[in-house]
């Protein structure tokens, strides 16, 4: 498959990113060879889906009926069940290139009735464009999906889709002295199994203190904060099905003062994952891809909010009908001073 451009590789299993450089330096975690991600519990640059993140005690109730997912993560569904689309090979990712010099690459993938349990059969795609503009790059990633119902079935589904790339912009194999600005303090309380507890607060940790305020930088030590919350904008329980017409918005900014190198991710989303890594476990490969462990890398995962087909009043979110379509946009934009 060819590089989609200078700066940006991906690969048809999992529609993984995996490489997005600054300079020469690869700021995404990932494998050199494509055969590797065969075995990718961390899930590196890979497209989550048909529902990323959780679902609570893997069910989920459409029109009257119960449908039972794989219970991958402590009794609730994660990130689609261990077959979800992180493990399907996407077609197509022939690279287009228009008169502006944008260079884009599209996949698709089918996923079929009653796959990992969720109903309806799906068609997605995955468009990725890449262009330098103002001397920044730019990376989006654009999501599309809607029922497939020429099997006459006439079915709803619920559809969540987001990308789980790792990023580490320090010139080290860890994350320590990245400085970080998020641009909500507001999060989903959860309970001891990651489901949220439908409680928004602002977010602050007590042992050892520490008190996220929007829009203010913080910096990542060696194994504080230890984050990984599903962050809300407030006035976006109520978001369309397909959010790419929405305003593109600042999800995250993050800078280190050693690489000198720049990252922001922007999205249409009402929500994103902010995690740093701390369960990273992922042994070297023989393709001299080194090991990584924990706060290798952080990710930013722009989504809809956890759960929310079994919340009332979230459930619009993520719930597809027939001739409906879901839709999402994700922004990278990366430089080096």
Known sequence: MPALSKEVTTVPYGAIIQELKVDDKNIVLGFKNEGEYLENPAYFGATIGRVANRVQDAKFNLNSKTYKLEGNDRGNALHGGSKGWHTKVFTGGSVDTDDDGKKTQVYSVESFDGEEGYPAKVNATVRYTSYVQDGKHTLEIEYEAEVDDSDGLNLETIVNLTNHSYFNIGPGPKIDGTEVTLATSKYLVVDSTGIPTEQIADFSIQNPPFTLEANKPFTLGQVDPDIDDCFVFENEKDCPLDTRSSPLK????????????????????????????????????????????????????????????????????????????????????????
């Not at 999800?251 to 740093?276: D, G, R, W």
């Not at 701390?278 to 990584?292: E, H, L, M, Q, T």
């Not at 759960?307 to 934009?333: C, D, P, R, T």
């Open 250 to 337: 600042l999800n995250a900014a993050f800078y280190h003062p050693e690489s000198k190198i720049h990252l922001e991710v922007h999205s249409t989303e009402p929500a994103f994952q902010f995690y740093t890594g701390r369960f990273i476990d992922v042994k070297a490969r023989k393709d001299g891809s080194p090991a990584r462990d924990a706060r290798s890398g952080f990710c930013v995962e722009p989504s809809r909010w956890v759960n929310a087909v079994n919340v009332k009043g979230w459930e619009k979110q993520v719930v597809v009908k027939k001739g409906e379509k879901y839709g999402s946009k994700i922004v990278y934009k990366t430089w080096k001073d």
